[in-house]
Each structure stands twice: as C-alpha cells, then as structure tokens.
C-alpha cells in the first residue's frame, strides 16, 4: 500500500476488449489491489464479456480491496467520442445490458453498434465520462454501413445512427466535446465527467489546462484515468503484438498504430496525484465517483423460469405429484421401498435448497423432445436420481444402481444442480427452438464459449506479427501438435529445426507465450441454456450467434458458476440418433414398440456377446482401448458397464489404477482398503467411499471424496481441485492443491506412493473426467446399443449407417462387422435403394439395402427425385433419364456405384450408356449434339472389368465394397514375401515375430505419450498395431502417410487373449493398390511415365477412403 | 494448401502433386515448402521461349511447364530432326531444366509423346503406331473424361481409337474426336506462336548513316514525338525510355532514361535524353555512323489528361526538374524526403530518389496545430549531442560549450524505443521543449536511470 492518496482507476480495458487489453481481468484486478486503489471500473468496449472474471479474481482478494465498479466503454458507430458508463444501480445495470443488447442485435456477430441515440435512450441511472479521443489516434470504429439502420426501423424509438462526420482534427474534436456533455448534461444533469488522462505526449499539461476550461464552462467535474490497457509497464511488448495481430501489420510496419510509450498502466496513486498535480481536484472525482456507485454483481439475483408450475401450486408441491406420478408409471407393480425411501428423501433435500423449479424446467424441457418423439437422456451429477428417473430424464433404474444425490448436490454450497442432456443429434434444433418459443429470446440464450489463443494459434499469430515467414511458424507450431494449454518449450522449438536463441524466435514464442489464454473470440456454447424468468438481457446482453437464429449471451459456464445461474445444457449425441432409428426400423419391421427405458435388462446374451469385444458400433465400448478392456473386465452386469466405461479413461489410467482394478477382479489380489494410522482415524474411513469399485478409486467423486476423507479437504476445497485441474489455469495452485492433497494423505499415515497416484488421477480427470452417475448414464445407452446389436444387427447396423458421421468406424467396417454376424448386406439399386439404408425382407430374416447416401457424391435432392418418379420401377437407363430427368452427372455417379443391376449387369456398359445421354441441366457443351430422341447404337463390347477394379471402383463410389476386400488382390504379393494376414495375427502366439499388411482404418495417438495405435484391415479381419514413441519418430512418414501399410514386430498377447502387433518396423505400400487398375494387358500406369505432373481425378488420388484419425 | 509441384526426392518419400499440404507434413515435419509463384514460373517459361527463337521462330507457350516449336523447314539447318531434338533438349539441360521432347506431325501426337516416350521422333504418318500403346493420361484431357475412358476399360489411346467416332462424339464431344485425330496425325492444326508483347516503339532508318550529334537529337526529337502520338492514343505514359543506336559496322548502343510519373510530351523526352548524352561520361561514338536509330518506351503505365489547377502546375514542373536532373547526375543523387512511420524522432523520415518518392500514401506528422507552436523542430541534429545539466531552480544546460538557462519548459514527451529492434534494450526517452532566457528553443531529451541529456535538435 503507498502513500494516502485516494485514486479509482474508471478507464481499464481488459483483454475482453479483443486485441487491445493486453492484461486478464485478473492481473488488473490484483494490481489495483496491490496499488491499494479505492477502486478500479472494468470498461471494455461495448461488452461486459470480462467482468465476471474480474468479479472472481475480486472475491478471492482476502485482504482489503479496491471497490470493484461494472461498466463498460461505450464506443459509438457515429464518431460520438468514448463514453464510460457505469449503472448506479442494479436497474441502470440492466438497462447497460439493454442497450449493449441492442447494440449487438443489428450487428453481426462479435460486433456491437451504438449510435448516441441509443445511450440517451438507455441512459437513467448511468455514470458517464465523457473520454475525449487522444489526437492522432483513431479509435477503431468500423467504417459506417448505412445498413444499420435498417435494423432500427424495426426497433421503436431507438435514435438512428447518423454517419460520423470525417473532420478530425483537434479543434473539431473540442466543440464535439463541448457540444456532446452540453447535450448529455441536459439529459443526465450530476451524472456526467469529462476523463482526462496524461499519456506524455509533451503536452499533457496545457491539453489539461484546455479540458479544465471546457469542464468549468460546462459545469462538469473533470475525471482522472490513465486509460489504461495493462496492468504493468512490461506488458507493453504484448499489447503491441495484439495491437498489430488486430491491424493485421507486422511490427517492422505498424509504426504510430502503436503506442508511442508504455504509460498506460495501473500506476500508483501517488504517482497520478503527481500527474494530476495542477489538477487535484480530478483525482478527487475518481473516489466520489466510485462513490456513488451502489451495485456489484452480486446483486444479480438469478431466478428460475416459472413456466412449467401450474398456477395455485408451488414448485415444490408441482415437483412432488409430478414424481409420485411418474414412480406410479415406471412401477406399474408398485413403486420398490428402497425407490419410495429414495424419491422422498431427494424431494426433501430439493425443498430444503428450493431447486425444485430447476427440476421443473428440465423436465419441461425433456417434455418438448417426448412430444415430438426426440430421444433424450439426463445426465450429469444430479441427473441419476430418483427424481429424475421417475420424471422421465434418465433411463438408469435407480433400483440398479444407487446413486448417493446429495452426494451431487452439495448442501453447503447452494450450488445449483447439473444436468446435461443428450438429445439425437440430427434433431437438437428443434429442441432448441421449442425451447426459444417457449421462454423467448429475452428469457433464453446459450452460453458463451471463450475461444482463447492455443500454442498453434499463439504463435502463428505473433509468428506473423515479427515478420517470421510462414514456413518457420509452421514448423514452431507444429512442434506442439496436441498438446493444449501447455506452453511452448524450448524442446519444441527445437523439434522445429529452429534456434530457440534466435532473438526474433525468442521473442515471438515469449510473446505467444504471454498470448496463450488470452480471449480471442466468443462462440456460443455448443448447448449450455441459460433460462431465466425475468428477463435475461437485463442481467447480461445478449448477441447474435453466426448460425442463424441462436442467440448467446456474453459470460460462459465459468462465469455462470461464479454468479451461480443455472444453465442446462442441450446436447447432442449421434448414438441417440442411431438408436432412435434403430427402434423406428424394429417398429416397422418387427412391430416392436422400444424406448429407452424399455429394453429388457441384464440380458446374459448381450454380456457374452460383449465379453467377447464384438462391439463394433457399440456405445462407448467400441474404441480400440475399450475392445481390449472387454475381455480383461468381462462385464456381466449394468454396474460392471458403468466401471468399464469410466475405466478406460485419463484418470484411471494416469493413476494406474486400472491394473489394481482387474486384479482383484479377477481374484488375483487381495481386496483391502488403505488406511490412515491409527491415531488418525478409523481404519475403515475409506470403506464407505471405494466398496463398490472393490477398494480402487475410479470415478471422479471417489477421487474426491477420497480428498475429504483421507486429506482431509474441506468440500470447497475439493471442489476447488477439481476446478483447477479442469482449466490448467495455474501451475501455482495445482501445485499447492497437490502437496496439501499428498502432504495431508501421508501425514495420516497413507502411504506416499498411494498419495501420488491418487493425485495423478485426479489429474487426470481433470480435462475428462466421469463421475459415477455420468458413466451410469452413459453405460444405459451402451447397453440399449449393444442390445440391438444383438438381437436386431440388420437394424443396428441400418441405423449406424444412417447416423453418420458417428463413432470409431467406416461404413465399410460397419458393413463388414453386419455381414459377419449374418446379415445379407445388398448393393445400392436405383430401383430398390432410398436415401437411406434401408432393411428388406429376406430368407430368415432382414437383410440390408444400402442407400444412396452411401454414394459419395450423390446429392440427397436427387435421390429425391429418382425415387419420386421411380413409381414401380426402371426398366433402362433411358428410362431415368427420361423421367427423373436427373442431371448427366447424378447419373454418371449412379452408374459407377454400378447401382444400375437389376436393370443391366455389366457395369461398364451401363456407364458408357450413361456418358451418351444428354444432360437434363443443359450444359452449352453438349447442347447440339444430342437429340431426345437416340437411335439404338452396336458397340464393340468393351474390355471385361475385372473383378480387383470393380472393388477398386466400389471403394472409390461407397468407400466399401461387397465383392471382397481389396487385400485379396494382393494376398499372393504379400504371401510370396512372407506377410501373414490379420486373421493369422489373431491367432500367432505370444512373442512371435510376424510381418503384417493392411489397409490402414484408424490412427490413434491418445494422450502426449506420443504412442500410436493402428488398427489395419484385410479380407480376415483386423489386426491391432501398438507405435511405441521411439519408432514413431523414424516411421513417421509411413506411419502418417500410408494408406496401406506393412508393419513387422512381435506378437503380443495378453491372457485374456488381446493380441497386439507391436511395430518395429513399417513401410509404406500405398503404391500397391495401383496395381489392382491395372489391365491384364497392362497399359502402363500414368505416374510411373511421367514422375507425378499428371493432374489426377479426384477419385483416382483417393484410391482407398482416408483412414479415421484420432489425435 | 497443396502441393503443386514436387523434386525427385520427394516423389520418392511419396508425396505428390495435389497432396494437401498438413498431410505431408505429417508425414515430414521437417518438408520444406516454398509458395508456388504462377507468374514467375510462366515468366521462366517465356524466358526460355525466347532461348527457343534461335531454332524456329515459330514457338509457343503450353503452360504450365511446356513450349512448342514448329520446326517445319528448320530441322535440316541442325542435322536433321533427331539431332535437333537431342541439341535442343540437351542444351536446355545444360541450363539446369529436366527436359522431356519428341518430335511428330502434330502437336498434339509430340506432346503426348514428350510426356511419356521421351526422344521420340515419329516418322510422318506414324503418329497411330506410336501413340497407340500410351496411357490417355498423356492426351492431357479433362480428368473427368479421362477417369470416364478408364473407368470404361479403355486405358490406351490405342484402345480409344478402336471405338467409332459418332459413339465418342455422342459421350464426349466433337472436341475429343478432334483432339485425338490431331494426336493421331489425322488432321492439322497450327501452333499459335507467342505475339511480342505490345510495344511502344518508333524507328529511323538512314540510307546514309547519320554522325552529327544535331542530327541525333533531331532525330530524337521527331522520334519522340511519333511515340508520344502512339501513346496518347493508349493513354499512356513512359517511365522508361530507352534510345537504341545502331551503329553502320553493327554494334548497338543503348541509353535509357527514367521519369518520375507516366510521360509523354515529346519536348520533355527530347530535353531529358539532351541532357543523359551531355551528362554520358562514355559519350556515343557514331564511329562510321549510325543507320538506325530506335525510340522505344520499354516501361509505360497509364497517364491520366494533366491536372488542372496551379498547385498541379507547380507539381508538374518539380517533377521536370526532377527527371532532369535525374537524367544528368543519376536518379539515385536525387533525393527526398519521405515520411516513415514511427514515433522515433530520428527515423521518422527518410531520403529516397525523388523519382520514386511519388510512391508513398503516407503523410507527415502533423507536427503543430494551428495557433500553436511546433511539438518537433523542423531538422534534427545529424546525432543527437550530449548536454550537461544541472538541474536547480531553473534548468541549465552546456551544450558546445554555451550554458543554456532554460526560462520556458514543456514535456516531457515520452517516447519508448522500438523494443523489437534491439538487441537490448533502449532507454525510454523523454524530450522536452525548452526556450532559453534568450528566446532560443531547443530540444532536448533525457534518458537512462541516472539521467543522460541529449539536445536533438533546435525550434527555428
């Protein structure tokens, strides 16, 4: 603390105000504290997008603090000069909100315009400073488009926005002011100042003289500021950096588009006494000021909707009778004790914390989508209670697991509850409009995503600012490849081939390093709903999104946990789609009505069938590491589902305690709980939290309650971890968080090794991590698919065909996996494909008919047409052409799907058929010489495609084939060269060494071990490929590359018997699939004549579909 | 991005053109890549075409990377056509270009095979034999007709020719009938050789060679104003003028002269090449004399009428003077100053030849507002020049040896230096305008932790 001058600090842009702040909310908010301000206004321009977090980074200051102010920068489309404004009170706030809103409404996204109009319509309750513009800068404003007001013809009384004059010279600028605070005076007379700052331009003192003058005739006070846009002088380098990434120049060429000194600072206040000294008086102004300022965002009282409660009733009651109701549905026979026990319980916990209406409103929610026959499930900590269950939010029987709620639902706290849910994906929006329908625009938003600069991002960007060619700022870029949130590393630049003392590469990655997690943009929240019952815009605007109709407001799920408004999140998942139509097919088909809630459980054949990791398509069980844990796990009930699928996940893993797990699963180890000494507690404290995983921890709230229990962590404090490890926001407090987490366990007698891995798990969760009622959640759908899968494949695979894009697998894997279990899988036919796939009746069952979607290529709008004119059938080519009059090009592609068989045979004939017909879209080309009418023609029959090239062309049509595998074709090649196929690896023996070749479906390279998993495909099967990091630096190119790719090394086989072929070597064999083009007669292959300057088709470069690639 | 054109080498580790670039550099981090630069590479192709005039004047472009030479009449000149295609290809690789040639009736049959038999020369009439076995790639058709002909079975031109022509006009086209006959040797079509490029150009040619220097500048002078007619009616204007003399035993000689803006005013090109012959130190030698003499405008750009007003005048006749002693001393002796952007004093302007100057949007500093005195002199000192101070009541200061007593003081004027510039950094500077008690204004700047003052410069 310094000296004993009063001094608030009102013109602070933050790094809200994209690429000019160059300081977080945070570091401003500390420094003001550090100063020992009176107080400090955050005033980004046209936004209040940063002021949650400056409220967080104030709440968490415990000694005394500078009064923290609420305001924004007014910064006007019509060359009004800046305005702060800072609401008074909680209604002027509201109206701030308002007018931002508004401002962002008739803009496009990301953008706010305001015209003066606008702040003398919304001005009641504001506190304006008036900030003249500092000569010879501009002040950024878009260029006018007249377009704005169009917008307004629409909004009642709203002023229009006059185009700014364009004299801009210093005396111009003096009248504007003096004739703006004459205006704003008589309007807002006492609420009014005139901001000052003394940015040393040589003459700062007469310019004060000069203000001083216009202040006194106008009768307004004058106002201290620096106008500042860091918190510290360091900070000039990066502010200059984000000054130039937003003019888009380099520094050599920025110039005075930078500021000519590092002066605008939070200073200390005796220093702005000093600077102020002929005017002390301004210094003054700044405490009273801050004064009159009676509101905190504490004040936002948030409430929820109260649409769905029936008037005459409270929440609560309407709460009530809504679940005795919903129990007496989902238990015809009787609603189970333990369940009864359970709902009443839970629905006095929700009266106690007055939740009910959260409840309430989630459950109007899921009352839309069941209207409309959308699949839905809950999830998310409060989601698997018994409430929810019998409200129809989940299906997860609370009599099958239990769950403890008020576990989720922290009583201390005042939290509200977490429910996510999960909608088909293809038809969230219908749902979200329902629900914008339903509260209105001003009621309903989504949330905002910050988008912050990444490593990548950072440093092209700064790469571009000091001028370093693109080629060096790939390469530095590139060195972090995955790795998020982390910064940039020497050895990363390195990686680059780059010299991390070249002075201009030190500097760029320093500054891209400053860079990272700076805010660079808002997008909306990919579902979080914030709901209220007054209206939203007066708490936080509200902002077009760039999708047409979505709305978002400025503050992401962060700021709305600090403020504590309840968000429900609307998300969509593809595996509800998929099951959602694989029960409409099974309707159809076999006239079975199915929902989520009704598919017969714990049924032994659907568990043999996953213990046998035939899981392809399955929900969340189908990922390679999951296949591999299905053996080991051998789930045989709902609750070994729910383990295996929070199993195989960064936490467990990260902690190792995967292996302890299935140990003493499969009885190999002893099942015994760690325990503190003696002295410490009762040996048996850890019983109660890790029973059901037989003593390891694996979900995330056993990670936590392991802290209360063992380390004895306050519930704020564990919650506090678990915050921290989701958003690596500082290394500092990880580190404290992990000795007193350590630190605490072993000084209770806990063994250290114990302690570390507990806390590595924890870590682990952090970005990933699954609570138990998350899994549970997750397991149901996992069940319900694998259930189809096992009774109803044709239609399983149907409705994962039509749900793609989804999961780990091609369509050609999907088709493969069908066939295997049994189902006739038919080609695309013009006459009997739809769109979709669909399911024909066949001997002994349904078989498949793939759609015409398969094709690639093939617009959905023609299928369209082709089956509207269909009618019964098409007798010939002709005939198409005739009737749908289908553009030549949907034709051309018909013809190489070879969907034409059940009118001709011969694939080639139909296609050169097809070539002569004219073009119904009348391309001028053809135009003269076609008649409508074509004589009949006799051919020369054309070369006999042979069978490797129609698999060829059906790979490159539908990206699969039913013919056979293109690998056939190759088996002797590889034979002869001593290649065993997939099949054989499955079945090598443990340590053999074996030379593998496949088609490459999936690269995998989960978490920065920097290991790769392959999985490669032939006519036997697949085979499962382990890159250990060493040799994926040498192999790097093959391993990238291939699109089929030969892998020696050493079988691998685990006693449940995992087989895994670790590399240690590849190479890449890509160019032997040119071979199965090739004619007998052997026209020579183009790229071997001419080294590669032939331009390809499109089709001929993708000779194979692109392998699936996770990183 | 992709790839548009790959070394051997990288061909080798299997990248190809058309390959998106994040693709191959996941396969090789270390790639390195350079931007694709149409223009250039069709430059470079011109500049060989231009090589290639010395065997046929009949050459044109097949962009991207091929030239055709019709070298009807010319190949016996060069030992018959095998040996000119191995000359010219082996010259050409000299150079440093991978070539690939062929020769054939036609130019579509030569290129098809240039691209896949390499050297070939085909006897007249044997464009079917030879063509027959080659991929359909090598006609260079559209790839969608092409991945169709494939797709079909038919994969050699040969296979192609076998079908009827009706049914491949009916699929794809008179246009690829044609283009195969042509490849076939079964009709002509003549190259299109490459036009120079349109010009600005005027000549005299004397029956008896002309040696006085009047007579030269006469001649220039008329010459200029033909040109300056050619030009008018193109609206355009010379930047570069380039008098060629060609001397009666055969050597030429080239002057040229710049201008600072788009010219056409046959009195002004006359005066400016008056005053580069003056000016030459090697000074034209007409030896036997010359017996042409060429005008040629070698850079021109649009001129647009002159400007109206007097300021338009006055600017005209600057850039006269300009030019005109540009002509005489060299442009790069005449200068002026430019505005540069930046907040440090010392580089805030800098000096360029004048006939270039016109280039830069930028305007100076506003270094004063009205009514009020200038924030920065007008000159700054070469360096700045150390001052002691002592610092009491008033400021004084010792600047060669005069102490200063400073009456008046403003500032400071803090300017922070280029912090990327240096390898260290620099002092934060503050200057300060000051007038002394005997009205002298100065200005000086302070730096560094224990203070270091310059004085910059001095207020007029």
């Known amino acids: ?23 977080h909310p945070r570091e401003l908010v500390e420094t003001a504290a550090r100063h020992g301000y009176a107080a400090i206004g955050i005033a980004d321009r046209n936004t209040l997008a940063g002021v949650v977090r400056a409220h967080a980074a104030w709440q968490e200051i415990e000694d005394e603090k500078p009064k923290l102010l609420i305001g924004a920068r007014l910064v006007f489309a019509d060359g009004t000069p800046d305005i702060l404004a800072y609401p008074a009170d909680k209604a002027a706030y509201g109206r701030l909100c308002r007018m931002l809103s508004t401002g962002k409404l008739r803009a496009p996204k990301g953008e706010c315009v305001l015209g003066l109009g606008d702040l003398l319509r919304w001005q009641e309750g504001l506190l304006l400073v008036v900030m003249p513009p500092q000569p010879g800068r501009t002040q950024g404003v878009p260029p006018f488009k007249k377009t704005w007001n169009n917008y307004l013809a629409e909004e009642e009384g709203g002023g229009g926005i006059q185009p700014p004059k364009p004299e801009n010279n210093l005396r111009a600028n003096f009248e504007e002011i003096q004739s703006l605070i004459r205006k704003l005076v008589s309007i807002a007379p006492g609420r009014v100042w005139l901001g000052v700052s003394m940015p040393h331009r040589g003459d700062d003192l007469r310019r004060l003289c000069k203000w001083q003058r216009v202040a006194r005739a106008a009768s307004v006070p004058l106002l201290a500021t620096n106008d500042v846009l860091y918190h510290a002088p ?129 459950h109007d929610i899921v009352g839309f989508a069941r209207r409309r026959n959308i699949l839905c499930q ?59 329908a339903r509260y209105g625009r001003h009621r309903a938003a989504l949330a905002a995503t910050v988008i912050c600069y990444r490593p990548r991002s950072a440093i092209r960007e700064t790469g571009k600012v000091f001028g370093l060619t693109e080629d060096v700022t790939v390469a530095l870029a590139s060195g ?46 990919v579902g979080g709903f914030v709901l209220t019952r007054d209206r939203l815009d007066e708490i936080v605007p509200i902002g077009p999104a760039a999708m047409e109709d979505r709305y978002f407001i400025e503050w992401d799920k962060d700021d709305i946990d600090t403020l504590r408004m309840m968000k429900v999140d609307v998300l969509a998942l593809g595996m509800l789609t998929c099951i959602r139509k694989a029960f409409d097919l099974m309707a159809v088909h076999s006239g079975m009505k199915m929902d989520l809630a009704g598919v017969p459980r714990e049924d032994p054949a659907v568990y043999d069938m996953l213990c046998q990791a035939d899981a392809v398509g399955v929900f969340q069980v189908e990922s390679r590491a999951q296949m591999n844990m299905l053996p080991r796990l051998r789930p045989r009930e709902f609750y070994d589902l729910v383990i295996e699928v929070a199993i195989v996940r960064p936490g467990p893993i990260q902690g190792d305690m995967v292996h302890p797990y299935l140990r003493r699963r499969s009885g190999q180890e002893k099942i015994d709980y760690p325990a503190p000494s003696p002295q410490h507690g009762p040996p048996d404290e850890l019983y109660q939290v890790l029973n059901k995983t037989m003593g390891v921890p694996l979900f995330q709230e056993q990670a936590m309650k392991l802290a209360i229990v063992a380390a004895k962590f306050t519930p704020e404090e564990a919650n506090g971890l678990r915050r921290a490890m989701a958003t690596f926001r500082n290394v500092g407090t990880i580190n404290r968080f992990k000795e007193k987490l350590v630190g605490g366990m072993t000084a209770r007698g806990y063994e250290q090794d114990y302690a570390e891995r507990c806390f590595r798990q924890i870590e682990g969760f952090g970005s990933y991590g699954f609570p138990e009622s998350h899994a549970a959640s997750f397991a149901h759908l996992a069940y319900v698919s694998a259930w189809i899968k096992r009774h109803h494949p044709a239609a399983f695979a149907c409705a994962l065909l039509n749900a793609q894009p989804m999961g780990f697998y091609a369509p050609a894997e999907i088709v493969r996996d069908a066939r295997e279990h049994g189902v006739e899988v038919r080609h695309v036919d013009v006459n009997f494909s739809a769109w979709d796939n669909t399911l024909e009746p066949c001997e002994g069952g349904l078989a498949l008919r793939l759609g015409l979607r398969q094709i690639d290529g093939f617009k959905e709008d023609w299928a369209t047409i082709l089956l509207a004119h269909r009618s019964n059938r098409y007798d010939a080519v002709e005939d198409i052409a005739r009737r749908a009059r289908l553009p030549k090009r949907a034709l051309v592609i018909l013809a190489e799907a070879d969907s034409f068989q059940s009118i001709s045979i011969d694939r080639r004939e139909i296609l050169w058929a097809v070539h002569r017909l004219s073009d119904s879209e009348g391309l001028p080309l053809f135009d003269a010489q076609y008649v409508e009418v074509q004589e009949p023609e006799i051919l020369a029959p054309l070369p006999v495609m042979r069978l490797s090239e129609h698999v060829l062309a059906d790979y490159q049509m539908l990206r699969l084939s039913l013919r056979a595998h293109l690998m056939e074709f190759l088996r002797d090649l590889f034979r002869g060269e001593g290649v065993v196929s997939c099949g054989d690896i499955t079945r090598a023996p443990d340590g053999a060494r074996a030379a593998c070749a496949g088609i490459v479906l999936t690269r995998q390279m989960p978490g920065e071990a920097g290991v790769v998993f392959i999985t490669l495909s032939d006519e036997t099967g697949i085979a499962n490929v382990v890159v250990w990091p060493r040799l994926v630096k040498t192999f790097r190119r093959e391993i990238m590359g291939s699109r089929l790719l030969l892998v020696e090394g050493k079988i691998q086989r685990s006693p449940e018997g995992v087989v895994h072929l670790v590399a240690e070597r590849a190479l890449d064999r890509t160019n032997e699939l040119e071979r199965l083009s090739e004619d007998a007669a052997g026209a020579p292959s183009m790229r071997s004549l001419a080294g590669g300057h032939i331009h390809r088709h499109p089709r001929n470069v993708r000779v194979i579909p692109k392998s699936r690639d996770f990183h | 991005m992709r790839l548009t054109a790959v070394d051997r080498k990288a061909t080798s580790l299997g990248l190809y053109v058309g390959q998106p670039l994040a693709n191959a550099r996941a396969m090789l981090p270390a790639l390195k890549v350079m931007a694709a630069n149409e223009p250039a590479d069709l430059k470079l192709l011109e500049r060989i075409a231009d090589w290639c005039d010395g065997f046929t004047p009949f050459v044109a472009l097949d962009p991207p990377r091929g030239l055709l030479l019709d070298v009807t009449g010319a190949a016996h000149l060069f030992g018959g056509e095998q040996a000119m295609l191995g000359r010219l290809c082996a010259s050409l690789q000299k150079q440093g270009f991978k070539v690939r040639g062929a020769l054939a009736s036609t130019a579509t049959a030569a290129r098809a095979l240039a691209r896949c038999q390499d050297g070939t020369v085909v006897p007249p009439g044997g464009e079917a034999a030879s063509l027959a076995p080659l991929p359909i790639e090598a006609l260079n058709l559209d790839p969608v007709t092409t991945h169709a002909f494939r797709r079909a079975g038919l994969k050699t031109i040969g296979q192609m020719a076998s079908r009827g022509r009706a049914e491949l006009t009916a699929r794809f086209g008179a246009q690829l009938v044609f283009t195969l ?30 040696v006085t220097q009047d007579t030269i500048l006469s001649t220039l002078a008329s010459l200029a104003a033909s040109l300056s007619e050619v030009l008018e009616r193109h609206g355009e204007g010379a930047r570069r003028l380039e008098a060629v003399f060609f001397r009666a035993d055969g050597t030429v000689r080239h002057i040229a002269v710049e201008t600072g803006s788009p010219t056409r005013e046959p009195a002004v090109i006359a005066l400016l090449f008056r005053e580069k012959l003056d000016a030459l130190a090697d000074p034209i030698d007409p030896g036997f004399g010359f017996d042409l003499i060429r005008l040629a405008a070698s850079r021109a750009e649009r001129c647009d009428a002159a400007g109206f ?86 400021l004084h200061f010792r600047w060669r040896h005069v102490l200063h007593v400073a009456a008046h003081l403003e500032g400071p004027e803090r300017i922070a230096m280029e912090w990327w510039r240096h390898q260290t950094p620099q002092p934060t500077r503050d200057y300060f305008r000051v007038e002394d008690e005997e009205g002298r204004r100065f200005w000086l700047y302070r730096e560094g932790e224990t203070p270091r003052w310059f004085l910059h410069g001095m207020f007029a």
């Open chain 1, 378 to 436: 809950g999830r998310g900590s409060a989601a698997n209670s018994a409430v929810c269950y019998v409200l129809g939010i989940t299906a997860v029987d609370p009599m099958q697991i239990d769950l403890l709620f008020e576990r989720f639902v922290s009583r201390e706290r005042k939290e509200p509850p977490d429910i996510d849910v999960d909608f088909e994906h293809e038809r969230r929006e219908e749902v979200i409009q329902d629900i914008y």
């Open chain 1, 234 to 362: 360091e900070r000039r380098a990066l502010q200059d950096v984000v000054t130039c990434i937003r003019e888009h120049v380099a520094l050599n060429d920025a110039g005075r588009l930078l500021e000519a000194n590092a002066e605008r600072h939070l200073k200390p206040p005796d220093e702005m006494m000093k600077l102020f000294a002929s005017a002390p008086d301004a210094i003054a102004q700044t405490v009273r000021f801050a004064d009159r300022i009676a509101f905190s965002l504490d004040q936002l009282e948030y409430n929820y909707p109260d649409e769905p409660v029936p008037p005459g009733k409270t929440a609560q009651q309407h709460l009530e009778d809504l679940s005795w109701e919903g129990a007496a549905t989902r238990y015809p026979g009787g609603v189970p004790d333990k369940v009864r026990a359970a709902l009443t319980k839970e629905l006095r916990l929700i009266g106690e914390m007055r939740i009910a209406p959260y409840f309430l409103t989630v």
């Open chain 1, 480 to 525: 972090v490849w995955g790795s998020w949130g982390s910064a940039l590393k020497e050895r990363e630049v390195r990686q680059g081939h780059l010299d991390p003392y070249n002075l201009l590469i030190a500097r760029a990655v320093t500054a891209a390093n400053e860079l990272i997690g700076f805010p660079r943009h808002l997008s909306q929240h």
């Open chain 2, 309 to 394: 007003g007097a300021d338009a005048k006055e600017k005209k006749e600057i850039r006269f003077l300009v030019d005109r002693l540009a002509a005489r001393f060299g442009s790069h002796r005449i200068l002026s100053f430019q505005p540069n952007d930046t907040h440090i004093p010392e580089a805030a302007f800098v000096a360029v030849p004048a006939q270039y100057a016109e280039a830069s949007k930028l305007s100076w500093e506003k270094i004063r507002e009205a009514r009020e005195a200038p924030r920065r002199p007008l000159r700054l000192l070469a360096s700045p020049e150390p001052v002691t101070v002592q610092q009491g009541e008033k």
């Open chain 1, 1 to 23: 603390m310094s000296g004993t001058v009063a001094y608030a600090e009102l013109a602070v842009t933050t790094n809200y105000s994209f690429l000019r702040g160059a300081s």
């Open chain 2, 181 to 210: 006959d042509h490849a076939l040797g079964q009709t002509e079509k003549p190259i299109s050789p490459r036009l120079p490029l349109p010009d600005y150009c005027a000549e005299r040619r004397f029956a008896e060679p002309v």
